[in-house]
C-alpha cells in the first residue's frame, strides 16, 4: 500500500504563487507516474502535470508555462509550483502515483485564486 498526503494549499490572489507537497509513504517502488491532478467544483478532474519514471514531464495546455512539477526522491516528495495563477486554478489539487497496476490518491488540498 501507498499513502500520500498533500499540503501547501490555500488562499492566494491572482497573480500570486503557491507550492503544493504530495509526500509518499509505504511499498514506494516502480513507479510508472507521478502527477497532480485538480478537480473544480461541478467540474471532472484533469490531468495537470506528471513526471515519469525517467524524468520526462508533461503539462496540461492550460498550465504550461505556470507550473512546474518536481520530485525529490531521497525525500520521497513530488512538488508542484504554481505561479501566475489565476482564478480559473481553483479546485482541489490531487496528488496521484500510478505504481502498476494500481492508482493511488491523496486527500487533496484546496487552492482558491481571488481576489
Known amino acids: 500500500q501507498v499513502q500520500l498526503v498533500e499540503s501547501g494549499g490555500g488562499l492566494v490572489q491572482p497573480g500570486g504563487s503557491l507550492r503544493l507537497s504530495c509526500v509518499a509513504s509505504?511499498?514506494?517502488?516502480?513507479?510508472?507516474?507521478q502527477n497532480w491532478y485538480r478537480q473544480g467544483s461541478g467540474k471532472q478532474r484533469e490531468l495537470v502535470a506528471g513526471?515519469?519514471?525517467?524524468?520526462?514531464?508533461y503539462y496540461a495546455d492550460s498550465v504550461k508555462g505556470r507550473f512546474t512539477i518536481s520530485r525529490d526522491n531521497a525525500k520521497n516528495t513530488v512538488y508542484l509550483q504554481m505561479n501566475s495563477l489565476k482564478p480559473e486554478d481553483t479546485a482541489v489539487y490531487y496528488c496521484?502515483?500510478?505504481?502498476?497496476?494500481?492508482?493511488?490518491w491523496g486527500q487533496g488540498t484546496q487552492v482558491t485564486v481571488s481576489s
Open positions: 496521484n502515483y500510478h505504481i502498476f497496476p494500481k492508482n493511488y
Open positions: 509505504g511499498s514506494i517502488f516502480r513507479i510508472n507516474s
Open positions: 513526471v515519469i519514471s525517467d524524468g520526462s514531464t
